[in-house]
């Protein structure tokens, strides 16, 4: 019998941090659409074998410069000493959006990746494809210090109901390092992009970013359970734009050891 643990975040929803998320193969024609049926289903899914070990280990490598070619913030990449030196974008969230992120070669040998390309080809049936030049994701390790841990609960959708109520954005991530209960990550509550109408009552006129307020009906009166998305490094994580979704720090603490290379 599988056993199911939940964590609580800021907002006193339950998530479960334990239950592996299902993970698609993009290299098999069939796994590739049960993936898609996935997401049709549930608004969110994994794809595996998108990026190989020497994949990964160049896109740190394109992100770590990145980070240390930004003027003014002397970050160094094995000195996290410096990881407190003007860390670009929201460190309360992990979102890094500024700074020209967005048309970093880190982030364009990620969007230009042909695997990912194959997915969102499959899912719109066609090779033109537009793509956001929003940024990235980072949590840094703060293990190293307790103010870089990052706040969770805060819910929201990225497509205006009013406005857009029918699907017209898939969102994506590529993971560089596995994600579960010991880094935290992107936090879900499957199935409610089948109720985005419900958030029709929220004002108008708040663009694509639509904050959910702890007690709307969408989240069943604060009974809603959240799920951590689970995935490997490497692995592309897609979800409906319309799926209530967030982050969150890290849910069971991992034993730091002693002489541990330095990264996220």
Not at 4 to 32: A, C, F, M, W
Not at 93 to 98: A, F, H, I
Not at 133 to 142: A, E, K, L, M
Request: proline share 5%; hydrophobic share 35%; with cysteine.
């Amino acid at each position: 019998m599988t056993t199911i643990q939940y964590g609580t975040d800021e907002k006193g929803i339950r998530i479960d941090h334990t239950t592996l998320t299902p993970r698609y193969s993009v290299t098999n024609d069939e796994s590739l659409n049960e993936g898609i049926a996935y997401l049709n289903e549930h608004g969110y899914t994994v794809f595996s074998d998108i990026l190989s070990q020497e994949e990964i280990k160049t896109n740190k490598d394109l992100l770590w410069n990145f980070f240390e070619n930004i003027p003014g913030c002397h970050i160094r990449r094995n000195d996290s000493e410096t990881w407190s030196n003007f860390w670009p974008g929201f460190p309360t969230s992990g979102v890094v959006n500024n700074c020209g992120i967005g048309q970093s070669d880190f982030m364009w040998n990620i969007r230009s990746n042909r695997k990912v390309k194959r997915v969102f080809t499959r899912i719109w049936n066609t090779n033109e494809l537009l793509v956001s030049f929003d940024g990235c994701g980072v949590f840094r390790n703060w293990h190293y210090d307790p103010k870089w841990k990052t706040n969770g609960g805060w819910y929201h959708v990225d497509q205006n109901p009013i406005e857009k109520p029918d699907r017209c954005c898939v969102q994506g991530l590529v993971s560089l390092m596995k994600q579960n209960e010991t880094t935290g990550g992107l936090i879900i509550i499957p199935n409610t992009h089948l109720r985005f109408a419900e958030l029709n009552d929220l004002p108008r006129g708040r663009g694509d970013f639509i904050r959910i307020p702890h007690n709307h009906r969408i989240l069943d009166g604060d009974q809603a359970i959240a799920k951590l998305v689970q995935c490997q490094a490497g692995d592309l994580v897609l979800w409906d734009s319309r799926l209530v979704h967030c982050n969150a720090p890290a849910f069971v603490t991992k034993q730091q050891n002693e002489g541990e290379p330095v990264d996220f």
